[in-house]
């Protein structure tokens, strides 16, 4: 019998969805033992989000600065798994809150320590750096990553934020005024994602998990946009600044934070424009570095 833990954070219910989908191949697997759990914070965020609350969760999200989580089951704890598939989500470009908490936690090390960790994401559509900040802290943790998935909201980036705003906001899913596409990671590749479940079921079932990432890849489960790796890259050096300078200035920290939000308004709607013109022009002169990039995040 194999021990699989899937462990997920979710506030809109998305993440929860993604978890559900991707896990039916191990429960429909009679020598699977799966077991759910679910990152839980002692004061917990808002949902839907209003504007102070969400924007005021930017240094700490950025900065990753752990919250207080509510303790891990004694029965999780207590349990060694053969695998587990972690679910997270991005928080201005960075792991969510709770996801970082836990991360960083003696429980976390506890359950991951030489463990193999699957790693799925269900994000807007830049996820690049904050993959490579997971990297990072389950390293820490003494985990092995042997495979990731990256779910995104496949529509435009300007489109997409138009409609994950209305959505965090409302706290409804809707097409926003009745035009535009569901914001998210669509129903569609929600629904399929079992297709990714199946593979990772059948290389635990063959103690194969070593040669797993290509068979993920090739099933369509990492897509590279050479363009918002490009912004992701850009935007972690300024949110870096922008971050550490309101935090450790908590006197201004709301006047900080609302010129943040004007900056953030004008770098998304007039500076990200510019950018991907810019980088349609110089594209074919960065091919070679364009490759070895999609090359490397698409692996583990």
Do not use: C
Not at 151 to 176: A, C, H, P, Q
């Amino acid at each position: 019998m194999k021990n699989v833990l899937v462990i997920y954070y979710s506030q809109s219910g998305q993440l929860e969805s993604i978890a559900q989908n991707v896990s039916k191949p191990f429960l429909e697997s009679e020598d699977i033992k799966l077991t759910f759990y679910e990152i839980q914070l002692e004061k917990p965020f808002p949902f839907p989000w209003n504007k102070d609350s969400f924007f005021d969760a930017f240094p700490e999200s950025f900065l990753q600065i752990p919250a207080t989580l509510k303790p891990v089951p004694d029965e999780i704890l207590n349990t060694k798994f053969d695998l587990v598939l972690f679910h997270y989500q991005v928080w201005y470009l960075s792991p969510s809150i709770p996801i970082n908490s836990f991360l960083k936690s003696n429980d976390a090390k506890k359950i991951l320590n030489g463990t193999p960790v699957i790693t799925i994401s269900g994000s807007r559509n830049m996820w690049i750096m904050a993959q490579e900040k997971i990297k990072v802290l389950l390293k820490e943790a003494n985990a092995d990553l042997v495979g990731n998935i990256a779910l995104v909201d496949r529509v435009g980036n300007l489109i997409s934020v138009i409609t994950i705003v209305e959505w965090m906001f409302s706290g409804v899913k809707k097409k926003y005024l009745g035009i535009f596409p569901l914001p998210g990671v669509s129903e569609k590749d929600i629904r399929e994602s079992d297709q990714f479940g199946k593979i990772m079921a059948d290389a635990l079932h063959q103690n194969n998990l070593a040669n797993l990432q290509p068979k993920l890849v090739a099933a369509g489960g990492v897509r590279i946009s050479s363009y918002l790796v490009t912004v992701d890259k850009t935007a972690n050096k300024i949110f870096n600044k922008w971050s550490n300078l309101i935090y450790k200035n908590q006197k201004n920290r709301k006047k900080l934070l609302k010129v943040f939000n004007v900056y953030l308004f004008l770098a998304i709607w007039l500076i990200s424009p510019i950018v991907y013109i810019l980088h349609l022009i110089t594209y074919p002169l960065k091919l070679t570095k364009i490759k070895k990039e999609t090359q490397y995040y698409q692996g583990v």
